[in-house]
């Protein structure tokens, strides 16, 4: 065999041999399946870098309404209602949250970044994931379950999870 020959040999036997390893890993490497288990390595990283590119794209540029009582109070019923299952309130973390992969934040305590919940996030962004879900997460898209102006109330209460809110939200989340 001359040079080029073993070049171009050894070439297709690496594009060969990459999927049958990717294969033999799936099949018996014992991947992580299980809610229970620990991520793949880079995992966070490799759903994040899209996520936030796309959402980065998408986010409305409108402004959200203003953080009325109304607004709020009527957020804190749709966050009751439709979220505090998975995502809890400031005294009662979710149980069903902290069974699921990836976990559910809690979105009225102090997160890894120091801030509360989502409130360091931009309203639009918290709108998109509300609208839209996060796939391969727990987290449902309410697009077609709520209504905009529902999904911005709610929104904007999670963006103010550390301030102080109208007495009926704060009954309701618990602060
Ligand atoms: C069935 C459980 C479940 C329900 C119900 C649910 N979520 Fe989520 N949510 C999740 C999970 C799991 C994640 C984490 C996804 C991830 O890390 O990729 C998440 C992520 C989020 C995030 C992003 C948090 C961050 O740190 O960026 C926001 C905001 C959010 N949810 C808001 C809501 C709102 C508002 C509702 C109700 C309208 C809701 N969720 C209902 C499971 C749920």
Redo the contacts with the bound molecule.
């Keep these: 065999m001359n040079r080029t020959t073993l070049a171009i040999v050894s070439f297709f036997a690496g594009v060969l041999l990459l999927p049958l390893v990717v294969y033999l890993y799936l099949a018996f490497g014992r991947p992580p399946v299980a809610t229970a288990d620990a991520p793949l390595p880079m995992e966070a990283e490799i759903?994040q870098i899209p996520l936030e590119a796309r959402i980065h794209r998408e986010m409305p540029s409108n402004s959200p309404p203003p953080a009325s009582d109304e607004n709020l109070n009527a957020g804190a019923g749709?966050?009751e209602d439709?979220?505090e299952?998975?995502?809890g309130t400031q005294d009662q973390p979710s149980a069903?949250?902290k069974t699921?992969f990836?976990?559910?934040?809690q979105?009225w305590v102090k997160?890894i970044s120091g801030a509360v919940g989502?409130s360091d996030?931009p309203v639009g962004v918290?709108y998109w994931?509300?609208s839209n879900g996060?796939r391969l997460?727990?987290?449902?898209a309410?697009g077609k379950a709520?209504t905009e102006k529902q999904m911005w109330q709610?929104?904007l209460l999670?963006s103010m999870a550390d301030k102080p809110l109208p007495a009926e939200a704060s009954k309701i989340v618990g602060r």
Excluded: E, N, W
């Design positions: 759903v749709i966050y439709k979220c299952v998975c995502h069903i949250g699921i990836p976990r559910a934040p979105l997160q989502v996030d918290t994931k509300v996060i997460s727990g987290m449902p309410f709520l709610v929104s999670l």
